[in-house]
């Protein structure tokens, strides 16, 4: 635990000063506005969508494993094993559309991948010892982080979202947080980019990303159950 939390503390302040520098060079960035809006759109709707995603992760497993020995298979863990990480890149991938030149995401993945890919290996190795041949089959029907496309046609939307779950964990909180902080990067960014900014315009494109990503959601997950 402790190495994990010195790990993500480096790459935290490997972050902050990135961003530093990034803003030491403007014209890394797109120097049109439209553009910008654009990005910032596409940056809430991903962070948005990881939000959820892990808010429906971990409700499920809160409801289907309570003392935290079982292994869930149900739900959003028949599209992935580890949907906390596929939330977490989602997110991630938002927050860089959003504050860092659209580039850059190719340079997250990868950052992501050296990651995380070591303790995902750590955690299979150890749940494969705890649950056997169960497991080893479970891994060989279903993707380690990212969905196979087969398998999100074959499954509904609404037997994988459950919304009084969702709302069961505290990861609900991050639906006002994480914009939140969204607001006050993208508002340091334009600073230094374009050297103005327009509080309530991004307020209103982050507003009106979260209700088009809302309604469409609820929507599809509705239809789905008909």
Known sequence: MKTRIKIDSALLSFAIILTGLL?????????????????????????????????????????????????????????TRNPMYLGSFYMGTGFVLIVWPWWSVFFFAALFYMRFRRQVLIEEAFLKQEFGRQYEEYCSKVARVFPHLRQLGQIKLGEIVNFEEAFSTKEKYGLLGWPVLAIFLETLQENVVFHSTSIEWTVTIFAVAALLYAGILFIRVERSKA
């Open 23 to 79: 803003y030491q060079f403007p014209q890394v960035y797109s120097s049109s506005r439209a553009l910008d809006n654009i990005w910032d759109f596409t940056g809430m709707i991903f962070i948005l969508k990881g939000t959820m995603i892990r808010m429906v992760a971990r409700g499920h497993k809160k409801s289907n494993s309570k003392d935290g020995k079982e292994l869930v298979m149900s739900g959003i863990y028949r599209l």
